[in-house]
C-alpha cells in the first residue's frame, strides 16, 4: 500500500493501522519522501495529535519523530504540556529527542507514581526520557566487561523460567543456584554473563534491609557508585524526586540520568529497602535481531526462555517451526538461534507486523519467511513439528468476545498444521478458553501447562499434542 494511500485511511478505525505502516514506510529515506509529499504539508497530523484515541496520539508522535523534520517540535512540546495518557508519553518524549527539542525535553519532569498500577508506566517514561536525554551527551566511561574481583550476581529470569535461565547459564560456564525465579551465580567476568538470552537483567546486591531514608542508603551504596550513575526507586509512593534530590546530594551529586555507567536501584518495602548495583556500559550484543517491535511483542528474553522450553518438546533434531501469530517474529528468531531449524515460518495478518518482521529478518540473514495472511485462511505446504506462538488475548490485541470464535476456529485448524508427534505451546493470557476449547476437540490433548507473568497479566503457557493421525499428512501422502 503506497503512501498516499495510507494517508487516506487517517480517520475513523483505520487511523491506529494506517499509522503505523506510514512509521515502518519512514524508516528509509524515499519512504519519508513519499509521506511528505502525499502529506503536502503536516496539518493533518497536528489534528490527529488531538484524537480523543490514545493509540493514535502515540502512533503520530512517533510518526513525526520519524519524520525528523524539526519544525515539528512545537507542536510536540505542547502535546507533552496537555498529554494526560501515560502510555502515549514515551513515544512523545522520543520523538523530541529525535528532532533535538533538548530544552523541551529539559524542562520536562518525570510524574510521581500514586499506584502500584502506575508504576510500569511511569518506569516507561523514564527510560524513553533518558535514551531521549541521550541524544545529547555521550557516556564518559568506557565499557566494563569485567569486574574488579568475583562477586554474586543475580540473575533475573522472565516469570516462570528460572530453569531455562540456569541451564544456559551452566551451557555458558555458570554454576548457578536458583532462588525463586532468580539464579544466583558468582562471578567477575559480565561479558560472558551478558550473552545469556534468557536473563532479563543482572544486580549485584550491595546492602538488604536498610532504611529507606536517604542518609542511610547513602552510607551503604557510597562505596560501590561508580564517577555516573542514576538513581532508581521501586516500590515508593511519596515524593520520589524529592528522596533523588536528597539522596544525590548524599552521594557527592554524581546523579545522571541521561548518560550514566551503573543505576542504583532501591526496592522499596514500607519503611526498609534493598539495594543493588546494576552495571549499564557493558557489551550487550544480544537480539540484534530486534530493530522493529509490534505493540504486542514480548520481551526478547521471554521469547526465548519460551523457545527453549518449547523447544524440549520436540522429538526431531532439525523441526520446522510455525509461529500462526507471529508479530515482529521475536519467537522465530529465538527458536533459530537456539536450534537447528530445518524451516521457520511466520504468518501474522497485519501487514504492518510482517513488514517489521521482514526488516528484522534481513537485519541478521535468518532464514525465516513470513506472509500476511489471516492464519484462518491459511494452507501450509507442508506441517510443522512446533506451532509455538504468542496468541491474540485482550490486552494490546484482540479480546476475550473474539478470542472466543479465534481459539475454536484456530484450534480444529491446529491439527491440519502441526505434523505426527508435533506440538503446539501457545502463550495466552485468556487459557481457561483455550483449556476448555481444546477438551472438545478429540484430536488435540492438553499435554502442559504453566504460569509466567508480563506487563501486570498473568498468561499460561499451554502445551498441545495430537493424539490421533494428522489427516492432513495423510492426505499429502495419498497425493504423493
Not at 90 to 119: C, F, H, N, Q, T
Not at 222 to 248: H, N, Q
Request: glycine content about 6%; aromatic content about 8%.
Amino acid at each position: 500500500m503506497t503512501a498516499a494511500e495510507l494517508i487516506e485511511k487517517l480517520s475513523g478505525d483505520t487511523a491506529v493501522e494506517a499509522l503505523s505502516m506510514l512509521c515502518v514506510t519512514a524508516k528509509t529515506k524515499q519512504g519519508r519522501a513519499e509521506i511528505e509529499q502525499a502529506l503536502n504539508g503536516h496539518e493533518t497530523l497536528y489534528r490527529l495529535m488531538e484524537s480523543p484515541q490514545p493509540k493514535v496520539r502515540k502512533n503520530v508522535y512517533r510518526l513525526i519523530g520519524a519524520l525528523e523534520d524539526e519544525r515539528d517540535v512545537p507542536a510536540l512540546a505542547r502535546a507533552l504540556e496537555a498529554e494526560t495518557t501515560l502510555f502515549a508519553v514515551p513515544s512523545l518524549l522520543l520523538s523530541l529527542g529525535r528532532l533535538g527539542a533538548k530544552d523541551v525535553l529539559k524542562a520536562y519532569r518525570v510524574p510521581i507514581s500514586e499506584s502500584e498500577a502506575m508504576d510500569k508506566h511511569i518506569a516507561e517514561i523514564e527510560i524513553a526520557y533518558e535514551k531521549a536525554m541521550q541524544q545529547f551527551e555521550t557516556l564518559p566511561t568506557e565499557r566494563k566487561n569485567t569486574l574488579s574481583e568475583p562477586r554474586e550476581i543475580l540473575c533475573y529470569a522472565p516469570e516462570g523460567f528460572p530453569k531455562e535461565l540456569s541451564d544456559e547459564l551452566k551451557a555458558l560456564g555458570f554454576a548457578g543456584e536458583i532462588t525463586g525465579n532468580v539464579v544466583r551465580v558468582f562471578t567477575d567476568d559480565l561479558k560472558t554473563l551478558y550473552r545469556a538470552n534468557c536473563m532479563t537483567e543482572a544486580l549485584l546486591p550491595i546492602a538488604r534491609d536498610v532504611p529507606m531514608e536517604p542518609r542511610a542508603i547513602a552510607a551503604a551504596a557510597k562505596s560501590c557508585i561508580g564517577t555516573y550513575y542514576r538513581i532508581e526507586i521501586r516500590g515508593y509512593l511519596k515524593d520520589r524526586g524529592g528522596f533523588i534530590e536528597k539522596l544525590k546530594t548524599l552521594l557527592d551529586g554524581h546523579n545522571n540520568p541521561s548518560a550514566y555507567d551503573c543505576e542504583l536501584r532501591i526496592e522499596c518495602r514500607n519503611e526498609r529497602c534493598d539495594l543493588y548495583w546494576k552495571v549499564w556500559n557493558v557489551d550487550d550484543l544480544r537480539y540484534p535481531w530486534r530493530r522493529g517491535t509490534v505493540p504486542a511483542s514480548m520481551h526478547p528474553a521471554l521469547a526465548y526462555a519460551l523457545a527453549r522450553y518449547a523447544l524440549s518438546f520436540v522429538k526431531k533434531e532439525r523441526p520446522s517451526v510455525f509461529d500462526p501469530f507471529c508479530g515482529s517474529g521475536s519467537l522465530l528468531f529465538a527458536a533459530e538461534e537456539q536450534g537447528s531449524c530445518r524451516s521457520l515460518l511466520g504468518v501474522d495478518r497485519s501487514g504492518t507486523a510482517v513488514a517489521i518482521a521482514r526488516d528484522n529478518a534481513r537485519a541478521v540473514n535468518s532464514r525465516a519467511r513470513f506472509v500476511c495472511r489471516d492464519i484462518l485462511r491459511f494452507t501450509a505446504k507442508e506441517g510443522a513439528d512446533l506451532v509455538l506462538s504468542n496468541m491474540p488475548f485482550g490486552n494490546r490485541v484482540g479480546s476475550h468476545r473474539e478470542n472466543e470464535t479465534l481459539y475454536a476456529r484456530f484450534l480444529k485448524h491446529l491439527r491440519y498444521l502441526l505434523n505426527d508427534g508435533g506440538v503446539a505451546v501457545l502463550y495466552t493470557a485468556d487459557a481457561k478458553l483455550l483449556e476448555r476449547l481444546i477438551e472438545k476437540e478429540p484430536d488435540l490433548r492438553l499435554l502442559e501447562k504453566r504460569r509466567t507473568s508480563a506487563g501486570g497479566l498473568s498468561p499460561w503457557i499451554i502445551v498441545i499434542d495430537k493424539s490421533s493421525r494428522d489427516p492432513y499428512n495423510d492426505s499429502n501422502k495419498e497425493r504423493k
